[in-house]
């Protein structure tokens, strides 16, 4: 199999060996969308469901939703024989998950590079974070998951991706500032999204971790753990088909 990854900052696409493979039908690009929001957690079949039909499902949405898992399945593990286990678009119980690595979805990349950067803030090595704040520049091309269905767990998504992209600016404003780049700080701030200074950074950089809206906390942004990308939601996901 070659190797997958897919994008949600500008619009929601499956690339394989960086070539374009697309996703043909809303329902298969909203399934796909919601999955990719869900980061590796278990989503249930009604709010699947709930996402592609507008909280107003139809009778036949649950063997509609299942021709859409297997045709994204076929995209997305095209060598995957007949009964073979899937091993990313799993099954558990009654949802599904997408175990996608953290480095083959952009908006995750895109997260870890603003832990980077205020890691490399924090450690006095202003050079590697202004390196690193270029690359958090380039991979974000527009709003994320521009192009798909208006579900809630998308909303949140988004909603957590766009702090994350305030705090990549405090923060590339902090590393100018720590590079004597007092100047062009000065002229970004003028048309950049304004913000509330370095306390509602950290603020939104903790929201933008736990996914919390609407929170006081203005603590110090803590380097997230690594761990498994196995699917979560009272236990990890069995790979059935």
Do not use: N
């Not at 009604?46 to 939703?65: F, H, I, K, N, Y």
């Amino acid at each position: 199999m070659g190797e997958i990854r897919f994008t949600v900052l500008g619009r929601v696409a499956l690339f394989v060996d960086d070539i374009e493979i697309p996703v043909r039908g809303r329902r298969e690009r909203a399934v796909l969308a919601m999955l990719l929001a869900g980061r590796r957690r278990v989503l249930s079949v009604d709010r699947l469901s709930d996402g592609v039909w507008g909280g107003d499902p139809p009778e036949t949405a649950t063997g509609s939703l299942r021709v859409a898992i297997s045709r994204l399945r076929a995209l997305i593990e095209p060598d995957r024989t007949p009964r073979a286990a899937p091993r990313l678009l799993v099954s558990s119980g009654p949802g599904y998950a997408l175990l996608t690595r953290p480095e083959t979805v952009d908006a995750e990349r895109f997260a870890a590079l603003v832990d980077e950067i205020h890691g490399a803030l924090a450690a006095g090595e202003p050079e590697r974070a202004w390196r690193l704040c270029d690359e958090a520049d380039d991979l974000w091309v527009g709003t994320p998951y521009a192009d798909i269905v208006d579900a809630e767990l998308v909303r949140a998504e988004v909603a957590r991706l766009e702090d994350l992209r305030v705090c990549s600016l405090e923060l590339r404003a902090e590393v100018q500032l720590a590079l004597g780049r007092h100047t062009l700080v000065t002229g970004e701030r003028a048309w950049r999204r304004p913000v509330a200074g370095p306390a509602a950074a950290r603020g939104a950089r903790t929201r933008a971790v736990t996914g919390t809206r609407g929170s006081t906390a203005t603590g110090r942004l803590t380097r997230r753990k690594s761990g498994s990308p196995g699917a979560t939601r009272d236990g990890p996901a069995s790979e059935r088909s």
